[in-house]
C-alpha cells in the first residue's frame, strides 16, 4: 500500500482506487503477485490473457522493482519465508497448486512450545489470509479476514491447508519490501476527555519521522471516513463536540511520500443544564408569566421542562428543541389559597433535563393577589306588610372564592347569609310590617348589603326600599237603635259600630263621627295588629234624614271615610208607623174579630192624629195610653182581661213604640 495509494501517486487516496485501476486494466484469470508488482513500479506488461488493457503503470520509474522483490518457492521453506518476511514488514501473498489462486497472508500463528527451525511441523499452526473470491460481486462485502489451519505433507514435503478448497498445497511465497525511505510513526496523543461544548485540544506532537522529514497531519475526529482537516504543518489541532461522544479520532501523518496513521481515544461528558426562572405578581383569575433561560454547551441536546405550579394542577410537561435558550411559561391560578389571607405566594418549581438525562432544578415564586368582589344590588318598592325583595350579583375573578353576605335592612339585627363558591347572584327578602316613622304615606328604608370573599376582600352598596302605607279598610256601619221600626228625636240614643282593618298590621287608628247635624265626636276604637271596631252614640233632636259619617285615621296619613243613611221621624210618622204595624198583623194576633178590632184601632189612630194636629200633647198622651196601650199591655205590664191583641211579641213591640212616641211628646208639653 505504501508504492499504492499509502504514497502520493497521483489519483490514488485509498485501495478502492488502486483496485479500480486494476480492475481496468487486468482480466480475472489469476497469476502471480509480481506480475502486477512490475507493472506498478516499472510498467511491465504481462501481456493475454492476465492483461487485455495495454499501458498504466509505471508510477515509480526511477525504482526498480526487483530490488524490492522476495521469491520463495522451495516447498519445505513456504512456512519459514511467510514468517520471516511479514516479520520484516513485507507485503506477502501466496500461490495456491491445484486451485491456481494468490492470495494474501496478513499473518501466522504457531506453538511456541516448539523451535522453528528443528520442528517446523509443529510450531507452525496456521495463517490469516484474505481472498479476493470471498464475497464475490457484493458491491459492499464486508471487511473478512479467514483463519486457515497448516499442515506439513511428510510424504510430498510440502505444506496445504486442509480446509482450503480441496486441502491445496502452498506452492509459493512472493514478498514487495516497503517503499525504501523510513516510515513515519503517528501518534495522535490521548486519551481525551472533555466536557461538551470544550474544545479537544488534539496534541500529535508525539509522532516521529526516522528521515527527520517533514511531517504533516490531518484529522478525522469522528473517525468517520471524512477528514475533517485539510493537511497542516501543525502537530496540534482543536474540534468540539455540541453533544455527548464516544469514540476514537485518527490522526495521519504523511513524511516524504509516506503515511502512518493512529488512532486515539475520544470521551466527550455531558453537561447537565442550568435554568434560570422568574416569578410574577397577578390578581387571581389572571394568568401568570414566567420567564426562564436554559444554558447548556451542548447546543445539539433537546430539553424536557417539567413544571409544577404549586396550586395542586397536574405536573406539566414541555418539550423544547435543540439550540432553545429562553421559555415562557402561562398558567392561569383561579383563586389565591389558602383563604383568608389577602394574597398567597406560590413556589413554582421548574426542572429542565436534556436528552441526556442531565438535569437542572430551581424555583421562582408566584405571587397570587385576591380580587376584591364587587357586588350590585337593585331595590324595590312595596306595600306595608309586604316582602321586599332585594336582587343582587357577585362578580369575582376567582370560581373558588366563598362569600358572606350582610344585610342590614334598616330595622332590628342585620342577616348574614354564606354563599358557596361560584355564586354569581342571590335574592333577598324582608317583609316590613309598618311604612317607619309614622305621619308619612310612605317610607325609604336605606338597605346595605356588604360582600366579603374568604379572603378579606369585600364590597358594599346600598339600595332603596320604599314601604307604601295601606289604607284602612272600614267594613259597613252598623246602626243599634231601640226601636226597630223608627227613631225619634231626643228619646232615642243611637249606637253606631263599624269594624275596620289596616294591612299595616302597626299602624294605629283614630276614627270621628260626623253625626249630619253639624256636630261631630271622637269614635272610640279598640285594635290589635290591624284589626278593631269604631263605637258612637248620638242623640238626634230634630227629626230628618242624617248622613252619618265615619273617618278613620292611621298613623301615617291614610284617611278613609264611610257613611250610614239616619232617618229620624216626626210624631205623626211615627203614629202612623205604629198604625201601619197594628193593621198588618195577622189575625191570630188578635183576641177574635180581628177585622173589627183592626177597623176601630185605625179609628182611635185618625182621631189621636187630630189631637196632635191641634197640639193637644197631653191628649195624645192619654188616648195612646188608654185607649190603645191598654189593648197590648197584658204581657207587658197590663191586664189580660182587656187586652184586643194577645200575641206576646207583637204586645211587646207595640208597646215600646207608644212609650217611645209618649216620652218624646212629654218633652213638647
Known sequence: MEWTGWGLVSGFENTDDIFDEHKYYFNDTGSWMDSSWRWWLNGFEPGTPLKLVSGGGNYWPGETWSNYYHNEDDDPDVLSAIDSYLC?????????????HAITVWGFNYDSNYDKNTNPEDYYLGIWVSDSDSDKGNPTPPDRLSYFEVSWNSTANWWYMPNYGGGWMISRVQALEPYPSGRPIADAGGPYVVDEGTPVSFDASGSVDAESDTIYYRWDFEEDGTWDTGWSLSSSSSYTWWDDYAGDAELQILADQLYDVDQTTVIVNNVAPTITVTGDTINEGDTATIHGTI??????????????????????????????????????????????????????????????????????????????????????????EDEATITGTILDPSLLDTYNVIIDWGEGAPEIIYYPSGTT?????????????????????????????????????????????????????????????????????????????DTGTQDTHTATWEWGDTTQSPGLVEEAEGKGNITGQHTFTAPGVYTVTLTVYDDDTSVVSDT???????????????????????????????????????????????????????????????????????????????????????????????DDITAYLETLI
Request: contains cysteine.
Open 564 to 658: 250610614i243613611e239616619v232617618i229620624v221621624v216626626t210624631v205623626e210618622e211615627a203614629l202612623q208607623i205604629t198604625n201601619d204595624y197594628i193593621q198588618g198583623l195577622p189575625d191570630d194576633a188578635f183576641l177574635k174579630n180581628a177585622k173589627n178590632r183592626k177597623k176601630s184601632l185605625d179609628n182611635m189612630f185618625s182621631a189621636i192624629q187630630n189631637a196632635l194636629a191641634d197640639m193637644d200633647y197631653n191628649g195624645v198622651i192619654q188616648n195612646l195610653r188608654n185607649n190603645v196601650r191598654e189593648k197590648a199591655d197584658g204581657t207587658v205590664d197590663g191586664s189580660l182581661k182587656n187586652d184586643w191583641i194577645i200575641d206576646p211579641a207583637v204586645q211587646k213591640e207595640i208597646c215600646q213604640k207608644i
Open 425 to 501: 347572584s342571590f335574592t333577598l327578602t324582608h317583609q316590613y310590617l309598618d311604612d317607619n316613622p309614622t305621619a308619612t304615606a310612605s317610607d325609604t328604608y336605606t338597605v346595605s348589603v356588604s360582600v366579603t370573599d374568604d379572603d378579606t376582600g369585600n364590597d358594599m352598596m346600598t339600595a332603596q326600599i320604599v314601604v307604601n302605607n295601606e289604607d284602612t279598610y272600614i267594613d259597613t256601619i252598623t246602626l243599634d237603635q231601640p226601636n226597630k221600626q223608627f227613631i225619634l228625636p231626643t228619646v232615642h240614643a243611637l249606637n253606631f259600630t263599624a269594624n275596620f282593618t
Open 88 to 100: 520484516a514488514g513485507y507485503g506477502v501473498g501466496i500461490g495456491i497448486f491445484n486451485g491456481g
Open 295 to 384: 444554558t447548556d454547551p451542548g447546543i445539539l441536546d433537546d430539553f424536557t421542562l417539567t413544571v409544577n405550579w404549586g396550586d395542586g394542577s397536574p405536573t406539566e410537561i414541555k418539550s423544547y428543541p435543540a439550540g432553545t435558550s429562553s421559555f415562557t411559561l402561562n398558567h392561569q391560578y383561579t383563586d389565591d389559597d389558602p383563604s383568608t389571607t389577602p394574597s398567597d405566594t406560590y413556589t413554582v418549581t421548574v426542572t429542565v433535563k436534556d436528552d441526556d438525562d442531565g438535569s437542572d432544578t430551581e424555583k421562582t415564586t408566584v405571587v397570587v393577589n385576591n380580587v376584591d368582589p364587587s357586588i350590585t344590588v337593585t331595590g324595590d318598592t312595596i306595600d306595608e
